[in-house]
């Protein structure tokens, strides 16, 4: 069943000694289901601690975090930790791949949290492997995939356990611009396809061709398209 | 002025390193303890052996002040005090001066020590012994005063004239001690186990009224020879004439066993130690690699990044090699700070430290070398053709091990285990070499270890839901160098403390084992007060009577003996009376039949040998050997060849007839008391106790008792061993530790990723404690197998080469405690870092 996410009014502030840092500000978004949305903005905008807000790791001052039925902001760690598991999939710039496990058993991983025996776990995550385009290279260790690749195991990491809510930081952070397109574009496929909503927070100009909407965040503040900064800055 | 080497300011060199320690100040804490644990290690061990002869020899030289010769007794009795007079008109002495020399025991209200109680005649002064500028001291010894070094007084709880009981000559002499030694004679008897008086003094105490034990020479300049030769004529084949220097090649000899023991725990130790170092330096190369390539993308060159790198690791090492140092030094005043009091029993001994300047340099440059050899991996990255920023191209983590090095390094893990086999057999000599091979053979065997631990693991975790084991092992392949060096550092840390541990085990058990055979021959034995061997006698002959009249005594048999120099030997002598049980102890007989033996002992004429005097005479069962009784040479054959038991230069054995004839003495070392059937010990203890209130110097023991009083002593000769045995489990414990918590800390991304995806902490905290569980379990069943195995050649070692009882004995019970403790150990302390790493901020995860 799809969910949509749902961001309102969402506040987060951080102290440092006298000094007061609202590194989100009233923030509302929306993201519906089967939609990549975009999220830019410069180094200390705030991105992150959005995205960790959405993935139920920090708690916020004020406002809502809704996914489907669930108030995410409310959940206890172990609900949290479980929403995680079930819920979400995650992709990080630094993918964090296990050197010398298998690219199959690197995307297993994930579901051992959630009880699974690693022989399940494999075969259910052997068609995500296979859908990310790397079906022939499951016995390979990290080593020896391209950069691009191994972003791709982590994909598959993510989607173990069908998630039903994508977050990526960074993904094409360590990429370049061609294995980029390629795992955008691949990112993108797969919210559709199995119509589910993503939240992407990158620098990457080449993101916008990707995604359904693009929104930005400076100083904690969420604004519709890209500003004009960050326009000239793209460009 | 600020010179430049290779380009690159002194001054820069400097910032690079403040960089690097601000940045990363926990890995540069826990290369330095680990360096720094090594060389205390080193360096302790180093001081504690060099001191006891070092300090001895500043004390003798103290005691004999300007005399060169020496003519001594070959018994405790000594020869007629006219002598010393007779000495002082040989042509060409410039001057002479007579001593009496006896064990006694002096105790105050805090305790007891065995000390050398010396008495000087008042000429002494002229061999520049007690001076003219002291006296305060010599007014108080001319009183009857005696003499206590401070350390010894404190030892007992006694101050300046305080009340103390002399024990000597079966008698005990209360309010004996009337000062404690200060001035010049005191900077000479410094931390010395002595006491001394003036001769008459002595003579009174001991009861060897007009009776000396040495007599030393100051030879008129040019006429040593001259001298020698007329002593030698006055001593008639009945005393010794030696270097007042001789004494102290005895006292080399004596303690040679105790420091080989040593020696060979510290080399294995100081191997650990420096294994361990290297471990805890290889664990900063992932840091020191990308600081090259930082380096070298920058514009440095090859050379110039060798010389930040060694000026680096050159600090590192200094530094780190001063604090152990500084720790070993510690560890030498408190720990190893033992003089032994066996020793005691039969040469004046100290306990000053003595830190001479190679010592210092040998454990600076350990560290020093330790550190710089562990500094070079990363330099690899400087190869003609390697690109500048290999190590950014590289995966992320580690390259795993390939199936290459693993067969490598089995393959030649076993060849050298079997070269160090092949090479101690044939060489016993060589088992201090083997010992320390055999910690490169645990490292070695590692990796092999490692691949079919986690193959096994991997096979379980993959069946078992939702397993923790998995995450771990995954983790642990990932890590796989890594996770090698951690568990290289557990098998080292294991097979230090089993090789080590087992082989004080055998030691002291076989040393128990000599000590209650010895002491199984009576039910009860009365002997002088505070007395260990048995080598100081009593007149007995009133006393036997008396106890024969104590209800429940079957029998009372007089057993002699006493010290004799043989060569630079200090033999125990140990005469036992015909009517003996037993006159040789079953388990301590190396070569010869042990009935026969007892047989032709008993029979008269025939000693058993202790193998180090048949060694070093190329001496077997049925040869003679002529000893320097005091009444001449005599000649004896031969019955057996035994272990040391426990005296460290060896132990003679005869009969107590032949004894009283050569010896030309009735007086007795103890009193062996037989039992009437169904009588009680305890009672007839109490009853014999009760007979001797008149003689309260001589104590009645249970043989029990007796045997645990040796026991106690032969232990704390070798206390060194223990601690070194005990230290090297800490330190090995806390190694593992702080490297397996170092690692986990540094991991904490990775964790944090683990945690956006679902992980809680718990599982996180789980899996952590797993891998170290697995690390530590690899490390210690290499270290358990190849320890128990150098555990085995040590104890050879120590029969072959020191003489010391050591039969082999597994000792499943002490290698459980090891691992146990190092795992214990090492468990509690990660547990918290582990947690507080499994509890990083999710935040950490989306930051490199």
Redesign the interface.
């Known amino acids: 069943m799809s969910a949509s996410l749902e961001l309102r009014e969402l506040v987060k502030y951080y102290t440092s000694g006298s000094e007061v840092v609202r590194a989100v500000d009233d923030v509302s978004l929306t993201v519906a289901p089967g939609e990549l949305v975009g999220l830019y903005g410069p180094s200390g905008s705030g991105k ?2 959005l ?2 807000l959405t ?1 139920g ?2 708690a916020p001052e004020s406002g809502s975090i809704r996914f489907g039925e669930r108030e995410v902001s409310s959940l206890t ?2 609900e949290g ?6 819920e ?1 999939g ?1 992709v ?10 298998t690219a199959l ?2 995307a297993a ?2 579901l ?9 776990a494999r075969r259910a995550t052997r068609p995500w492997l296979q859908r990310v385009g790397l079906g022939e290279r499951e016995e390979h ?3 020896r995939l391209s950069m691009g690749e191994r972003q791709r195991v982590a994909i598959a ?2 989607l173990a356990g069908e998630p039903r809510l994508l977050l990526a ?1 960074e993904p094409t952070g360590s990429l370049d611009s061609k294995r980029g397109r390629e795992i955008l574009g691949l990112l993108r496929d797969i919210c559709h396809e199995r119509r589910i909503p993503g939240l992407l927070v990158t620098h990457d100009p080449q993101a916008r061709a990707f995604v359904d909407r693009v929104h930005t965040l400076r100083d904690g503040h969420l604004s519709e398209g890209l500003d004009a900064e960050l326009e000239v800055g793209l460009v | 002025m600020n010179p430049t080497i290779f380009g690159v300011r002194v001054s820069m060199l400097f910032r690079f390193y403040g960089w690097r320690l601000r940045r990363y100040t926990a890995q540069e804490l826990l290369a330095g303890s680990g360096i720094a644990v090594g060389v205390a290690l080193v360096f302790g061990v180093l001081v504690a052996n060099t001191s006891l002869t070092g300090s001895a020899a500043n004390l003798l030289h103290g005691l004999t002040g300007s005399a060169s010769l020496q003519l001594s007794a070959r018994s405790s009795q000594g020869f007629s005090e006219q002598l010393a007079g007779e000495v002082r008109a040989l042509p060409g002495v410039d001057a002479a001066a007579g001593l009496l020399r006896e064990e006694v025991t002096v105790r105050g209200p805090s305790g007891r020590e065995s000390v050398q109680l010396i008495g000087f005649e008042p000429n002494i002064i002229r061999l520049g012994v007690l001076t003219q500028r002291e006296p305060s001291t010599s007014e108080l010894l001319l009183i009857g005063g005696l003499g206590l070094p401070a350390e010894v007084a404190h030892a007992i709880g006694v101050g300046q004239g305080g009340p103390a009981t002399l024990y000597a000559n079966g008698e005990a002499h209360p309010a004996a001690v009337r000062l404690v030694l200060t001035g010049a004679l005191a900077s000479a008897t410094k931390d010395g186990t002595v006491a001394v008086a003036l001769l008459p003094r002595a003579q009174e105490l001991t009861g060897k009224l007009e009776r000396l034990t040495q007599v030393l020479v100051r030879p008129a300049p040019g006429s040593e020879r001259l001298v020698a030769g007329e002593l030698r004529r006055l001593a008639g084949g009945r005393m010794n004439v030696e270097s007042t220097d001789a004494e102290l090649s005895k006292l080399s000899t004596a303690a040679k066993p105790t420091d080989q023991s040593t020696s060979l725990f510290a080399a294995i130790g100081a191997m650990v130690g420096f294994l361990l170092a290297l471990n805890a330096m290889l664990l900063t190369v992932p840091e020191r690699r990308r600081f090259i390539a930082d380096l070298r993308m920058q514009g440095f060159d090859s050379h110039q990044v060798l010389l930040i790198l060694g000026f680096q690791a050159l600090v590192l090492g200094v530094g780190a090699s001063l604090a152990g140092i500084a720790l070993g030094d510690l560890l030498s005043h408190t720990l190893f700070h033992r003089v032994p009091l066996y020793l005691a029993v039969a040469f004046p001994l100290s306990g000053a430290q003595i830190v001479s300047s190679t010592t210092l340099l040998l454990a600076l440059g350990a560290g020093v070398v330790a550190t710089l050899i562990a500094s070079l991996p990363p330099l690899l990255d400087l190869r003609p053709g390697r690109p500048a920023d290999a190590v950014f191209r ?7 091990i390939t199936r290459g090095a693993i067969v490598g390094f089995g393959a030649g893990g076993l060849v050298l285990l079997a070269a160090v086999t092949v090479l101690v057999l044939a060489a016993p000599r060589l088992t201090i070499v083997g010992g320390m091979a055999l910690a490169l053979v645990a490292v070695f065997l590692i990796p092999a270890i490692f691949e079919v631990t986690l193959r096994g693991l991997g096979r379980i ?8 084991l ?2 771990a092992v ?2 642990l ?4 160098t890594r996770s090698v060096a951690l568990a290289g550092v557990a098998a080292l840390a294991v097979y230090g403390s089993v090789a080590i541990g087992g082989a004080r085990a055998d030691l002291l058990h076989g040393i128990d084992g000599a000590i209650t055979q010895y002491f199984d021959t009576a039910d009860i034995w009365v002997v002088n007060g505070g007395e260990i061997f048995n080598t100081n006698s009593f007149g007995a002959e009133h006393t036997a009577a008396m106890i024969a009249r104590v209800p429940g005594v079957a029998s009372v048999r007089t057993y002699q003996g006493g010290l004799l120099d043989l060569g630079t030997r200090r033999l125990w002598v140990r005469a036992r009376p015909a009517s003996d049980p037993a006159v040789l102890e079953a388990g301590q007989v190396v070569s010869g039949s042990l009935t026969r033996a007892s047989a032709l002992i008993r029979h008269g004429g025939w000693i058993a040998i202790s193998s180090s005097v048949a060694d070093e005479r190329h001496l077997r069962v049925g040869d003679t050997l002529a000893l320097p009784t005091p009444s001449g040479s005599v000649s004896f054959g031969v019955a057996a060849v035994m272990t040391n038991s426990g005296w460290p230069p060896g132990a003679i054995t005869m009969n107590a007839e032949d004894y009283r004839r050569h010896w030309q003495t009735t007086e007795a070392a103890a009193l062996e008391i037989g039992l009437a059937r169904d009588a009680s010990a305890t009672r007839v203890k109490h009853g014999i106790e009760g007979a001797l209130a008149g003689r309260r110097g001589l104590w009645v023991r249970t043989g029990g008792e007796r045997a645990a009083e040796s026991e106690a002593s032969a232990r704390q000769g070798l206390r060194t061993l223990s601690e070194i045995s005990m230290l090297l489990l800490i330190a090995a414990a806390l190694s593992v530790a702080s490297a397996l918590t170092a690692v986990i800390w540094q991991r904490r ?2 964790l944090a ?9 718990l ?1 996180l905290w789980r899996a952590l404690l797993l891998e170290s569980l697995v690390l530590l379990t690899i490390g210690s069943v290499d270290g358990v197998l190849l320890g128990v195995y150098g555990h085995s050649l040590a104890s050879r070692w120590l029969e072959l080469t020191t003489g010391f009882p050591a039969p082999f004995a597994p000792g499943g019970l002490q290698v459980l405690e090891t691992f146990l403790l190092v795992a214990g150990m090492a468990m509690a302390v990660i547990a918290l870092p582990g947690l507080r790493a499994a509890r990083v ?3 950490a ?4």
């Open positions: 992150t601690t995205l960790l993935a790791l920090l760690p172990g930790a479980l929403y995680r598991r079930r979400v995650f990080f710039q630094s993918f964090h791949l296990m050197a010398g496990a058993d690197n991983l994930k051992l949290g959630d009880g699974w025996t690693l022989r399940d260790i990290p080593e990491r993510a930081d | 590289e995966a992320r983590g580690e390259p795993g975790g993959e069946r078992i839901p939702g397993s923790m998995v995450v995954t983790e392949r990932s890590t796989a991304a990775k990723s683990l945690r956006i995806q679902g992980f809680d902490y599982q901020p999710a935040h995860g989306l930051q490199e």
